[in-house]
Structures are given as C-alpha cells and as structure tokens.
C-alpha cells in the first residue's frame, strides 16, 4: 500500500488487514518495558491510534484527542502506538499532562511489519486508527493516506459507540 508524507509517495511493507479480517498478532512494550500481546486485548473492544512519532505536532494532537475522549468508554481498551522508545512516549506523557492513555513502543517494529503499517524507508509507522471487536477482527479501520493529516476522529468515535 502506498500513503503520502508531504506529497511524497511511500510505500507499507504491504497491505494492511481490512475491516472483517482477524487482526494479526503483535507485541509492542509497555511503559515498564513489559511485553503487550494482541491476546492480552481480546475480550474487549479496542481502539488503536497509531501515530508515526509521538514528539510531533499531528501526533500529539492525534493522542491528545483521544486521549480526552477515552473517559467515556472505561469498557474500551485503548492503545497509541508508536515506534518511539517507551523513554521517550513517558517524557512526552509527563510534558503534556496525559495520564489515562496507554501508549505503547513498537520499537521492535513487531507491530509494523505484523500489520503492514511499518514505512521501511522511514522507521515509522502509517497514521491509522482501528477499532477491533473483542474476538480481534477489524471492525474499523482508517489509513490517513497523507501522514501530515489528522484521521476522522469523530468518524471512529462514532464507530466505537455504534459496538458498545
């Protein structure tokens, strides 16, 4: 699959799984460097952010948003993913106040190649959100085709309310 950062064409490792398919098995860090695994997600719905790097503008407005919105849904399990180190998701966290949001560290690249997200050229993975069903499969998904822009935040939460 092909995405766009300032206009300029790159390519995934491949296609990312669509809604209806079973979302592949990964394992990203926790802020203590403790392994996460998609089986430890099952069972509830979940909400992944995925964002290329934590320390810029789109992406800190990205987890910010929905950050702010997770207190709605304490039945949700609520992930931000990113190839940043867990050092620096932590010191990212503590400057901008966010305490609820677990971000996680695909610094392993684990999860980007798993699911076709990862940008080899770049280290960094494609702006997306998912909503998964508590079974694993995609129920929601949205590639933002050009890394610089922000995804349809209102469109996911309003996919998320329709599960719950």
Not at 141 to 164: F, G
């Amino acid at each position: 699959m092909e995405i766009t950062i300032n206009g300029e064409k790159r390519q995934l490792v491949g296609n990312p799984p669509a809604v209806g398919d079973e979302f592949p098995h990964f394992k990203v860090f926790d802020k203590n460097g403790d392994k996460v695994k998609t089986r430890q997600l099952l069972g509830k719905i979940t909400l992944l952010s995925v964002v290329p790097d934590i320390n810029t503008p789109v992406c800190s407005i990205q987890t910010q948003r929905f950050n702010s919105t997770m207190d709605q849904f304490p039945e949700v399990n609520f992930l931000t993913i990113s190839t940043n180190t867990t050092e620096d998701q932590q010191k990212w966290c503590a400057a901008e106040g966010v305490k609820n949001m677990e971000l996680v560290s695909d610094k392993e690249e684990s999860f980007g190649y798993e699911s076709k997200l990862l940008i080899p050229d770049e280290g960094i993975l494609a702006r997306s959100v998912w909503i998964l069903d508590p079974d694993g499969k995609v129920v929601y998904r949205q590639i933002v085709t050009e890394l610089t822009d922000e995804p349809d935040y209102e469109k996911a939460i309003a996919e998320l309310k329709k599960l719950i």
